[in-house]
């Protein structure tokens, strides 16, 4: 005989440690799909409310592009003194005078309230304020006219009132009808509109609007402009932007604030949610259980099966060769779990959002991190019975009880 | 002279307890190739411990095992492995096979730890089926057979690798007479066709028909056909 060589253990194929992973599946379905069951649940939560959150985020964002990221607000600022400071009467014209601006309206406070009827208690307010407008607001602000019409030059001279959406909401009037009046200052004020919500602008939705001569008439206005709405070509709002305030205020432009409404909005769209975390944190749970559950399913498997890990041993298996069947086994699982809260996941996030109207987002963090998390799972809820598996001795395996 | 694919030398074995159970007390051994050997003996006489030792599945508290030349003694866990996966085949009493599986799927796993490639696998395990009479049975799954059936195919995935030495304990133990008989035609057949098989039995009648019978009493082998003086037919000298 020639001399005798010492035998190697040969490696598996990847083919062939995918077949074996599967052997727990193909044989008890219904336990294995229940033992994916936790980590399909957490995934699916954790995938649906991060896909939630972008998406969600993602129709804010678009819903602030449809009204657009090129309006800029001029306001008066305070004076060294600490007073409030006044912008001059000529600050619209000047700043229209800018090249790119192509919309520009102003507003301006005034000292009176403004009630359903002059019957009702003075102190109630309803934190409305009255403002002087100029007639181009609506179109300034992006927003447009509800019910009835806005002020034209007739009636911008008149005691005659346009709601803006809040306001008419808090004074309890939903429709305009001939001869519908509010108290303003001390008379009178026919209400001639009511306004969209202006969500750039939610100053203007607490505001009763007068025209500014009526204003000056009826209400003592003193004709100084408080807040400036200023449209910019969209791609020179940085430049409008920095000449605004000298333009507004050239004697004072440091008594000038400039603001862009929509960077408020976005940071508060993009602002994460605390309801967020929550969920994230009972998917991490639901997890946990999921992985307490894979692991439960091993365990009893390697119970179940020594006479087939005495048969592999018997056959030729290393004790590696059956510890990595039995951890791919739970790794499969896991991630067959997880794939399935993936779907799960991005299918909620799908239904909710086109309900909604927003564009389906579904960050990469949320899947592959989601598969990512079962994978890591599965390791680590296999490797103990993995390792008992391995353990076994060959004769005590193929002991039949 | 034929080379011995199996040498025990003095093996000894014995299980921890109160007191140790001593299964196997000095068993020496030879085991030529293409040799077919019954090993009988009472219950508890320590037939498969003898059989699991040779097998490489457990080692012995002392002694010597050499299988195909090699000292199993100084053999790693993971070369014992590849040595039952490369010149080993078993047969156990409870056929031990794979429900979920196709009869030549299961055949084809006797190879599954040798280093194979599933396709040549399964050209082997058809020709393997059909050495054991069920070449027609390859795509159905082992709950369909009958007993007898189930041990060919227990069988057939044994020799699919084409070991140096075949391993059977109790082959015929959970099967009837007739069908009891037939495994130990296929067997015969096998060790013919050049094949070197050891069986343990409980069945005299079914050991009578072996060319060489050993014999063991409480851990020791008691009688040896081959041991006596008249040499067994179809060795030269
Ligand atoms: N794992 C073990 N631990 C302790 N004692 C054992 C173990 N395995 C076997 N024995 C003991 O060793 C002795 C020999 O057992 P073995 O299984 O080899 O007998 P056997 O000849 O195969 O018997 P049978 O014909 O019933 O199968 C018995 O007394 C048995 O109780
Ligand atoms: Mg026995």
Redesign the pocket.
Known sequence: MSKPTVPVAAQLGLGDVCRLASVGLRTRRLRAGLSAVGIAIGIGAMVAVLGLSSSSEAGLLAEIDRLGTNLLTVTNGQTVLGTAAKLPFAAPSMIDRIAPVTTVAEIGSTDANAYRSPLINKIHTNALVVQATSLGLPAAVGTTVARGAFLNPATATEPVTVLGAAAADRLGISRVFPGERIWVGDQWFYVAGILRPAPLAAEIDRSVLVGFPAAERYLGFDRHPTTVYVRAATSRVADVRSVLAATANPEAPNEVSVSRPSDALVARATAKNALTGLFIGLGAVALLVGGVGVANVMVIAVLERRSEIGLRRALGATRGQIRTQFLSEAVLLSLLGGAVGVVLGVGATALYASAKHWSIVVPALAWAGGLTASLAIGALAGALPAVRAARLAP?EALRTA | MTAPVLELEDVKKS?P?EPP?E?LRGVSLRIDEGEMVAVV?P????????LHIVGTLDRPTSGRVRITGLDTNHLSDRELAALRAQRIGFVFQQFFLAEHQSVLDNVADGMLYAGARLGDRRARAVQSLARVGLGHRGATRPTTLSGGERQRVAIARALVGRPAIVLAD?PTGNLDSANGGAIVDLLEGLHAAGATIVVIT?DRDLADRMPRQVE?RDGRIVADTAAQPAEPPGREW
Do not use: F, P, R
């Not at chain 2, 219950?43 to 003898?50: A, E, H, V």
């Open positions: 004769t | 299980y307890g159970v299964a003996g219950s508890g006489s320590g037939k498969s411990t003898l109790e409980h063991m």
